[in-house]
């Protein structure tokens, strides 16, 4: 026991030194888009006007942000009366337990919960000096996120929502095994027990989707191998949910927040290091064909869909201006009921990727969520413009 307690002192320094170095470093970037830096002047008023609007969830939806090969993140807000902002329940990337994870980043919780506002436009977290930004707070300085709001789900459902994450914390805590949600010990993998299958889990057993799909990895022969095609995935976790609400009669519509695309921050402890600027912003890919190919290149009908669909679904776009530092809603628009948005989504993405198939030279029916005007070219249609702005 002894000879323990030098190994552990440290272990405490080692943690002491890193949380000083990331305030410190955060204290000397504090230009617009860093951590600790400035925020918005008028992230309240943009709360107002979106919660006029009576949605009771709101699915998070993060872009990727690797070349190739990137399936994003998803979390979940949820509205609770009298409350003036929603919290967001999201899955912990480094709570797998790994020796160096633990060392690094805040590990305590599997299921983190954060104010809306901070995770999306804050650049300081209430969560711990290890938070990660960019991922656990001011997602947008990172990466575009799109919330898929959603309206009239029973309190009930909020509430037994919440009381799961915390059952998921808890069993993260006490190292449980074999719960119904999963197979083997609960912590992060990236395969096996990652954001989307977490979310999935809420909602079946949780909130009582009994009919919904989430897929249980399992290892095989005691080895690490796992399919992964039979990994949950952020984008078709989302659609597999709104089927389920559209089941439910529930109302939807979207929101883009889209990415502030001038921030010079970089996070210290990724590899490789890389300004935020200068990251990929990408859809989050389905499991298919399109799942390496690099940003604005998807051709396949399952990303296709779901990009139109989200489109259809738009209500509004909301950015940073680079030049005032300010919120502002770009676009707005009427978004379409979800059974007429699926049947026109189900059209575009199925003559569109016919033709991307056949390499022909044709104008796109459907219009991809989130696609910057700068990658028009690689639609191979004419430069004239016609129909509603991409959100």
Same mark, same amino acid.
């Given at each position: 026991m002894h000879q323990l307690i030098p190994h552990l002192r440290e272990v405490v320094a080692g943690l002491s030194f890193l949380t000083l170095s990331l305030v410190f470093e955060s204290s000397l970037a504090a230009e617009f888009g860093s951590s600790n830096g400035p925020e918005p002047d008028n992230i309240q008023e943009l709360v107002e006007v979106l919660r006029r609007d009576p949605y009771d969830?709101?699915?998070?939806?993060?872009?990727?942000?690797?070349?190739?090969?990137?399936?994003? &993140?998803?979390?979940?807000a949820v509205r609770s009366d009298g409350a003036t902002d929603e919290m967001v329940y999201s899955a912990n990337f480094y709570a797998d337990r790994t020796p160096e994870h633990m060392r690094r980043f805040y590990t305590q919780e599997l299921v983190v919960g954060i104010p809306k506002m901070e995770y999306l436009f804050k650049t300081t977290s209430s969560l711990d000096a290890l938070a990660v930004f960019g991922l656990d707070y001011g997602e947008v300085y990172k990466r575009s996120v799109i919330g898929i709001r959603i309206f009239g789900v029973p309190s009930s459902d909020k509430q037994s929502l919440v009381s799961y994450f915390s059952r998921i914390n808890g069993d993260?805590?006490?190292?449980?095994?074999?719960?119904?949600? &999963?197979?083997?010990?609960?912590?992060? $993998?990236?395969?096996?027990?990652?954001? =989307?299958?977490?979310?999935?889990?809420?909602?079946?057993f949780g909130?009582?989707? $009994?009919? @919904? *799909?989430?897929?249980?990895?399992?290892?095989?022969?005691?080895?690490?191998?796992?399919? %992964? %095609?039979?990994?949950?995935?952020?984008?078709?976790?989302?659609?597999?949910?709104?089927?389920?609400?559209? @089941?439910?009669?529930?109302?939807? $519509?979207?929101?883009?927040?889209?990415?502030?695309?001038?921030?010079?921050?970089?996070? !210290?402890r990724?590899?490789?290091?890389?300004?935020?600027?200068?990251?990929?912003?990408?859809?989050? !890919?389905?499991?298919?064909?399109?799942?390496?190919?690099?940003?604005?290149?998807?051709?396949?009908? *399952?990303?296709?869909? =779901?990009?139109?669909? @989200?489109y259809n679904l738009g209500r509004y776009s909301v950015l940073i201006d680079e030049a005032t530092k300010r919120l502002q809603i770009?676009?707005?628009?009427?978004?379409?009921?979800?059974?007429?948005?699926? /049947?026109?989504?189900?059209?575009?993405?199925? !003559? $569109?990727?016919?033709?991307?198939?056949?390499? /022909?030279?044709?104008?796109?029916?459907?219009?991809?969520?989130? +696609?910057?005007?700068?990658?028009? &070219?690689?639609? &191979?249609?004419? +430069?004239?413009?016609?129909g509603l702005a991409s959100p």
């Open positions: 969830l709101e699915l998070l939806i993060s872009f990727g942000t690797s070349k190739g090969g990137s399936a994003g &993140h998803i979390a979940l993260y805590r006490r190292r449980a095994t074999n719960a119904e949600y &999963h197979h083997g010990e609960v912590k992060y $993998d990236y395969l096996r027990l990652n954001c =989307a299958k977490v979310i999935g889990a809420a909602f079946k909130a009582g989707y $009994d009919s @919904l *799909d989430v897929h249980n990895p399992q290892l095989f022969r005691g080895r690490r191998v796992v399919a %992964a %095609a039979t990994a949950n995935i952020p984008t078709e976790m989302a659609l597999k949910l709104m089927e389920q609400w559209n @089941l439910r009669q529930y109302k939807m $519509d979207v929101v883009l927040y889209k990415k502030f695309e001038a921030s010079e921050y970089i996070e !210290s990724d590899e490789p290091k890389v300004a935020f600027r200068n990251l990929p912003d990408r859809f989050p !890919s389905t499991l298919s064909l399109d799942f390496r190919r690099e940003q604005g290149e998807y051709r396949d009908f *399952d990303n296709l869909f =779901a990009m139109y669909l @989200l770009e676009k707005e628009k009427v978004p379409m009921a979800y059974p007429d948005a699926v /049947a026109l989504a189900t059209a575009a993405a199925k !003559s $569109d990727s016919e033709n991307y198939r056949r390499h /022909a030279l044709f104008r796109p029916l459907g219009t991809r969520i989130g +696609e910057p005007p700068s990658n028009r &070219h690689l639609y &191979h249609y004419p +430069e004239q413009e016609s």
